[in-house]
């Protein structure tokens, strides 16, 4: 099949789009003292960047209290402004835009990750499975504290400011990271969210975080320069909800009234076509695309010839890639000439150095044999 249709141009907000192969958003857990991003990481993204292509950044905490792993980026004081301010330069140099993804991990975290050590919070008291990543290693999700309705504001505080902060940094819009179980996520899925207050019940209550939070964002960079991120039928973090087709059809309509950059969706990892009709079945771009009018990302399990086929049919606009852009800095060329992949180190994703992180080769380098 022809690669041609991801390499159209497509419009996102105000930027025209040389293509519309995304690089995904990638904890990379390679900041320095103080979750300030360094000239190592303007390597890796300026590797990455493309001209007229996007690069949506890592997901970078909004607070103190949003993180979950170690060593991610912030978006709360100056220093990291500054630091931003450099990878954003690199990445605007190559003709690159650059979106950073706004961050609040919620439950899935440590108290050894808390200022002060304290509970982690959420929605309700309910604790998810899994690992979070604090400075001595992997450390199982604690159990949560559920926020007071009088601490909500703080929160919608922290991701305006952070937007702002991101703003000041240079970057070219911001997305709000509402997917893969993490804080905006806890509150939109019933299986999460107990509350019964003006945040849980019904589904209107449950998305009122995400929409307020993205309304305050918008109030910052205005619309076409702000993305959110929906992951509707991933588990990852012990998510689950009832209904998902009823609950992100409704987020998927209330956002479609905000003017967004774009929506962005990560796929069920399943094969084939899935049902939507039935209950819990697996929400995909297919049916959110009936409801959103604007561009739309599709993320999660793509390969050349899938994403094309989903961009020729006219489900997504763009795909994002994660793992092939760790392993393949010029992924695009590749994806444009059809040529093999490097194969990607799962034992560098998450911390260290250079080592799995700057040091894949290009196309024509000699491929590091160790
Ligand atoms: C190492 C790693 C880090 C990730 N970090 C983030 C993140 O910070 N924010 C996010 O929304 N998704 C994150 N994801 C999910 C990716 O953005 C993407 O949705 C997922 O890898 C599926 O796409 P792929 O099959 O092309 O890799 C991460 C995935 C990996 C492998």
Do not use: C
């Amino acid at each position: 099949m022809s690669n041609q249709p991801l390499f159209t141009p497509t419009q996102v907000g105000p930027f025209k789009l040389e293509h519309r192969v995304v690089m995904a958003p990638l904890t990379r857990m390679r900041s320095s003292e103080g979750n300030v991003p360094n000239e190592l990481m303007a390597e890796y993204y300026a590797q990455r960047a493309t001209q007229g292509g996007l690069i949506i950044a890592e997901a970078t905490p909004v607070s103190p209290y949003g993180f979950g792993y170690a060593g991610s980026p912030g978006i709360f004081t100056q220093a990291q402004v500054d630091g931003w301010r450099t990878v954003v330069n690199a990445v605007h140099e190559k003709g690159g835009l650059i979106f950073l993804q706004l961050w609040h991990v919620g439950r899935q975290s440590h108290p050894l990750l808390q200022p002060g050590n304290i509970d982690p919070v959420a929605p309700s008291a309910i604790k998810a499975d899994g690992d979070a990543y604090a400075e001595t290693g992997p450390v199982a999700f604690a159990m949560p504290r559920a926020l007071a309705l009088a601490e909500i504001p703080d929160i919608i505080e922290s991701f305006r400011r952070g937007a702002e902060l991101a703003k000041d940094a240079g970057f070219d819009g911001v997305e709000v990271h509402g997917a893969n179980g993490y804080l905006p996520d806890q509150f939109l899925q019933d299986g999460t969210n107990r509350r019964n207050d003006a945040y849980g019940g019904p589904i209107e209550h449950r998305a009122r975080f995400l929409l307020e939070i993205t309304q305050a964002v918008i109030s910052v960079w205005g619309q076409g320069r702000v993305g959110v991120r929906l992951s509707p039928s991933s588990s990852y973090g012990s998510m689950h909800d009832s209904n998902p087709k009823a609950t992100f059809g409704y987020v998927a309509t209330q956002l479609d009234t905000m003017g967004l950059a774009y929506l962005h969706v990560v796929e069920p990892r399943i094969k084939g076509n899935e049902t939507i009709d039935e209950g819990a079945k697996p929400v995909a771009v297919q049916y959110l695309r009936t409801l959103f009018n604007g561009p739309i990302i599709a993320a999660g399990g793509f390969q050349r010839e899938s994403a094309v086929a989903l961009v020729s049919e006219g489900s997504a606009d763009m795909v994002a890639f994660g793992r092939a852009f760790i392993a393949n800095p010029d992924l695009a060329r590749r994806l444009h000439d059809d040529l093999p992949l490097n194969t990607y180190d799962r034992d560098t994703f998450y911390g260290g150095d250079a080592a799995g992180y700057t040091d894949y080769p290009f196309v024509g380098e000699p491929v590091a044999t160790t």
